[in-house]
């Protein structure tokens, strides 16, 4: 079984900045992908960032120029850097890792609340 774990979410004022981590319980280099989702009240989970192993990226249009996703395997860790924070960012974002059997494992979720 796998746990991934982050960290990182707050409270922040529009135009601010925060450093989501999440960290694996065993090799990153065991997940073909790993990225990170969002969910806000009243809507449907979607994805922000994923990285695959190889390090090709992928963003949401609304988050492109501003959110940088990286992951460090040393450290069995995917980071989620934002930047020019949105009160429309505000959600509870989840980690996600795909191995390369395709079994996905989620994150408990850390809230990112965006407010002046």
């Known amino acids: 079984q796998v746990q991934l774990v982050e960290s990182g979410g707050g409270l922040v004022q529009p135009g601010g900045s925060l450093r989501l981590s999440c960290a694996a319980s065993?090799?990153?280099?065991?997940?073909?992908?790993m990225g990170w989702y969002r969910q806000a009240p009243g809507k449907q989970r979607e994805l922000v960032a994923t990285?695959?192993?190889?390090?090709?990226?992928n963003y949401a249009d609304s988050v492109k120029g501003r959110f940088t996703i990286s992951r460090d395997n040393a450290r069995n860790t995917v980071y989620l850097q934002m930047n020019s924070l949105k009160p429309e960012d505000t959600a509870v974002y989840s980690c996600?890792?795909?191995?390369?059997?395709?079994?996905?494992?989620w994150g408990q979720g850390t809230q990112v609340t965006v407010s002046s």
């Open positions: 996600n890792a795909v191995t390369g059997d395709f079994t996905t494992y």
């Open positions: 065993r090799s990153s280099f065991s997940f073909r992908v």
């Open positions: 990285i695959s192993s190889g390090g090709s990226t």
